[in-house]
């Protein structure tokens, strides 16, 4: 287990060598490589190895890093079509509707550069009767040997320009909660924590198969909430709140009303700059279950809005990206 967030590449082998880019390059660019690994974990999160040579330089600039999985839309294959720098976005727009692929956005579980190795967990939401989307339908069908691409960071680094948006103040406790989709974050997080910081996780998965285990240091208590036939976010209201009172930080704060969030008008996404004593929190999954939860923090429980960080990781009914 390493302590420092931004140092969190596997240890079981010795460190990577630094990975070395001409001044100005891009921070982020296209990787290609197969599916080297295919591993069921439980019901619902499925862990697939993304290798070869280009993942070597492969950075990771802290423990919720994030991709973005690319995914043919007509079958062919997609790397040709992209172009590295800071003129891809542009370039990926102007494709053609039927040519441009899907692009969806994941969290790196762990990163072995030295192996030119990434894992990533994927929620099967689309195998027992949930809606499909590209992503969830090409994991699921996913063999090993299978190519993919990625857009990830080019280096290590730190900062939410990299990808990362884990970014507590050095002291205080820590608090995390979210659904199904931000366990692989918030595990690397857990994980990646120096031993003896108080901090409390409370993660909502749809069934009792998907409890993972977690190799968390002292200090640090995860929580496992089982769905079952509830709805989304209805067990994770209560036990944030009593979670949050365990940790003192439950003193409600009359008139406290936090400005509304518009989940219509765009991505539910705002991570505060870190400062503030006290308890750090950081809120993520779906959005509309995000926007109850923060709202509980703010108005019921009286966290200071600067000390939530708060993520809209996917919207119910919506495709990513629309
Ligand atoms: C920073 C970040 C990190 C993320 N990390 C991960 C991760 O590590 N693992 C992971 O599995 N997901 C992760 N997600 C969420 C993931 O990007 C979305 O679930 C994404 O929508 C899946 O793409 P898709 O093509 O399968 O479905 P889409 O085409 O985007 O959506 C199709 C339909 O499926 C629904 N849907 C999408 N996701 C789910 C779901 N999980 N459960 C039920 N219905 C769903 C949508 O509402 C829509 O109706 C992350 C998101 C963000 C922003």
Redesign the pocket.
């Known amino acids: 287990m390493t302590t420092a967030t931004t140092d969190r590449v596997s240890t079981a082998t010795a460190e990577p060598a630094p990975v070395r880019q001409p001044a100005g390059a891009p921070e982020f660019r296209f990787f290609s490589g197969t599916v080297a690994r295919v591993q069921r974990l439980s019901p619902n999160f499925l862990r697939l190895t993304f290798a070869g040579p280009e993942f070597t330089g492969f950075g990771v600039g802290g423990a919720d890093q ?1 991709i973005k999985l690319v995914l043919s839309r007509d079958g062919g294959p997609v790397r040709d079509l992209l172009t590295d720098g800071p003129g891809w976005y542009q370039e990926y727009c102007a494709l053609p509707d039927e040519r441009r692929p ?1 692009l ?4 790196v ?1 762990d990163a072995r550069p030295l192996l030119g190795e990434i894992d ?4 099967l ?2 195998v027992d009767g ?8 090409w994991a699921a069908a996913a063999v090993v040997g299978d190519p993919v691409v990625v857009l990830g960071p080019d280096r290590s680094g730190t900062g939410r320009a990299w990808g990362v948006e884990w970014a507590p103040p050095a002291e205080g406790t820590l608090f995390l909660a979210g659904d ?2 931000a366990v ?2 918030i595990s690397a997080i857990v994980e990646a924590l120096p031993s003896g910081r108080r901090t409390i996780a409370v993660l909502e998965v749809p069934e009792a198969g998907d409890v993972l285990s977690l190799a968390v240091p002292a200090g640090v208590e995860v929580r496992w909430l089982v769905r079952g036939a509830r709805a989304r976010g209805e067990a994770l209201g209560p036990a944030v709140h009593a979670a949050l009172c365990e940790l003192g930080v439950a003193a409600p704060a009359a008139g406290v009303e936090p400005e509304d969030v518009d989940l219509d008008g765009g991505m539910l996404w705002e991570v505060p700059d870190a400062g503030a004593d006290g308890c750090y929190a950081w809120l993520a999954g779906e959005a509309g279950m995000v926007k109850k939860l923060r709202r509980r923090l703010v108005r019921d429980l009286g966290v200071p809005r600067t000390s939530v960080a708060f ?1 809209g ?8 990206g629309s």
Do not use: F
Request: charge should be positive; charged fraction near 20%; glycine fraction near 14%.
């Open positions: 994030r899907y969806r956005t994941y969290t579980r990533v967990d994927v929620v939401h689309g949930g809606q499909h989307g590209p992503a969830g339908s199904e989709t692989p974050a993520m990781y996917w919207r119910l009914g919506a495709a990513e």
